[in-house]
């Protein structure tokens, strides 16, 4: 029995195995390397698996901690005028406790909103010494708080999380409206982030949670990642042949580059909005998630999957320039 089950085991493991080379974008770059190898009369060209993304943080390691605000409901409602009793209610209630991390951005901006607007209207004219102290008090509060919520409520977000899921495949093409999509989503986290302290942007609840939905739809980041982190790996091992017969004897069949300029297009759009938006939170980021975002995300670290993509494909171009092309191409 116990032999039969490591025999089964073996069985999974193989099956796994061949499903990892099952990929388009996998047998794309098999293709490729065949390619090369037929024209320069080699047997092949031995490959070995692109290392997989890092970790995304821990929840613990990305979020920044907010003091939570407490005051008594004789004190809010001292601030009725302020139109925030309500909003403050419904924020304290059971729902409003569970309230994913996108509500949660909702409410406090609107509370941030609301505050700002009645510090500068005439209701603090009619306020007593004390309340008038605590409104002033509640939006300081409220002002220095609201970047941090703002990060939390996109780093805390499942929807954001998933994106960066290592349980990922390589793109193997572009799905312009899958894409157009997904940068949407994007620039409306920007937006929402650029305007939070502008009272007359006004945020809509149904907006947000269809981009964010959308987001949820493929782990985007990750996939884009994974695609540079194996274009990387099949170029290096394609270089290493090409330098092994640089006499350049053989001639080169035509290599279908737009099959990697408009992936390599993609990426650097979705890491630039990526970044963009990372980088426009007016936080001090968490140190966990300024190392995965120099290891990972970055178009400047060279050791980052877009750096190592870049200098591998710029290598590969240079070798293959030695080599005449193929007349019948």
């Known amino acids: 029995m116990a032999r039969w089950r490591i025999f089964s085991l073996a069985i999974a493991l193989?099956?796994?195995?061949?499903?990892?080379?099952?990929?388009?974008?996998?047998?794309?770059?098999?293709?490729?390397?065949?390619?090369?190898?037929?024209?320069?009369?080699?047997?092949?060209?031995?490959?070995?698996?692109?290392?997989?993304?890092?970790?995304?943080?821990?929840?613990?390691?990305?979020?920044i901690d907010i003091p939570e605000t407490r005051d008594s409901l004789l004190n809010v409602y001292a601030l009725r005028e302020c139109q925030i009793t309500s909003l403050v209610a419904a924020r304290n209630n059971q729902l409003g406790r569970v309230?994913?991390?996108?509500?949660?951005?909702l409410y406090e901006r609107t509370l941030w909103q609301r505050l700002s607007a009645c510090l500068n209207s005439q209701v603090p004219d009619q306020l007593s010494d004390e309340d008038r102290t605590r409104l002033e008090q509640l939006t300081a509060t409220k002002t220095a708080q609201l970047p941090a919520v703002s990060w939390n409520a996109i780093f805390d977000s499942s929807e954001w999380v998933k994106s960066f899921a290592r349980a990922s495949q390589p793109l193997s093409n572009v799905d312009e409206v899958a894409l157009t999509s997904q940068l949407d989503a994007i620039e409306y986290l920007q937006k929402m982030t650029d305007h939070q302290f502008d009272l007359d942007w006004q945020q809509d609840s149904a907006t947000l949670e269809n981009h964010l939905k959308t987001l949820q739809e493929r782990p985007l980041t990750a996939e884009v990642l994974r695609t540079l982190l194996l274009a990387s790996q099949r170029l290096t091992e394609a270089n290493a042949l090409l330098t092994q017969h640089s006499d350049a004897t053989h001639c080169l069949r035509g290599w279908e580059t737009p099959s990697v300029e408009p992936l390599a297009s993609t990426a650097k759009q979705w890491l630039t909005a990526i970044n963009r938006l990372i980088d426009a939170q007016q936080v001090d980021k968490p140190l966990a998630?300024?190392?995965?975002?120099?290891?990972w995300l970055s178009l400047n670290n060279a050791q980052a999957p877009w750096g190592q993509f870049q200098r591998a494909l710029t290598e590969h171009q240079t070798l293959r320039a030695r080599f005449a092309p193929c007349s019948n191409n």
């Open 14 to 63: 193989s099956a796994l195995l061949v499903g990892c080379g099952d990929n388009p974008a996998e047998q794309q770059w098999q293709a490729y390397h065949q390619q090369l190898a037929d024209d320069l009369a080699q047997p092949g060209i031995e490959r070995a698996d692109p290392v997989n993304i890092g970790d995304f943080p821990e929840r613990s390691e990305r979020l």
């Open 99 to 105: 309230a994913p991390p996108s509500q949660q951005w």
């Open 289 to 295: 998630i300024q190392r995965y975002q120099t290891r």
